[in-house]
């Protein structure tokens, strides 16, 4: 009989992958848990400076009231 004929030792085997793939996907779980902070914080960065970026164009000075430069 081969090793891989023995139902106990395939059935060891199949164990063995299944604990690595649990693991795996127990890592691969934490690091999307990270990167979606990552991401949130990110956004919300983003908005803040979006919104400073729309203020500071609402709030400065238009053409009309400059000077030419010649003057």
Known sequence: ????DDPTERLDALEA???EQHQTIDELSE??????DVIEKLKHQL???TDQ???IE???PGPDNQKAPHY
């Open 1 to 4: 009989m081969k090793p891989q």
């Open 17 to 19: 992958i299944v604990a």
């Open 31 to 36: 690091m999307v848990t990270r990167q979606w």
């Open 47 to 49: 908005a803040k400076i």
């Open 53 to 55: 970026l729309q203020d």
């Open 58 to 60: 609402e709030n400065r």
